[in-house]
């Protein structure tokens, strides 16, 4: 919020109750995160969850 983005989707597909949405923790965003990648003000984060304790990485150089 601090860097003008807002939260967009909020993706979890092993999340059964509303608790399991609230301790999932992020595996994934889009677009990705990046040190040379520019994000205008007002941009929405669209963020990937899990309540998985173990996350194997996705390809995510589409997002980046």
Do not use: H, W
Request: with cysteine; charged share 25%.
């Amino acid at each position: 919020a601090e860097n003008g983005m807002s939260e967009g989707s909020v993706i979890c597909s092993d999340c059964k109750t509303t608790a399991d949405k609230e301790n999932a923790k992020v595996f994934r965003q889009s677009p990705g995160c990046s040190s040379d990648a520019l994000i205008n003000p007002g941009t929405s984060i669209d963020l990937y969850i899990s309540t998985k304790a173990i996350i194997t990485p996705t390809d995510t150089s589409s997002d980046e």
